[in-house]
């Protein structure tokens, strides 16, 4: 008897012990797929910004910024 099957009541127990149990488990696999690949989608589309920024980039555009000294 697991730790979820003490707390649940009698009914739900049953239908997890009769279903196998792996609903829960199988949910939690679903989950953290969908995180990496969300996750994996950002992290490609932040490398195809960087890339393309690095690729197109014209220094002309660019500042020149100088930090001036601190007066102290």
Known sequence: MTFLETLACSTCRVTMVEGGGDAAG???????????????GVGFFMFRLARREREHFDPTLSDDYIPTEPSN
């Open 26 to 40: 199988w949910s939690i696999f679903f989950l953290l797929g969908v995180i990496l690949a969300m996750l994996s």
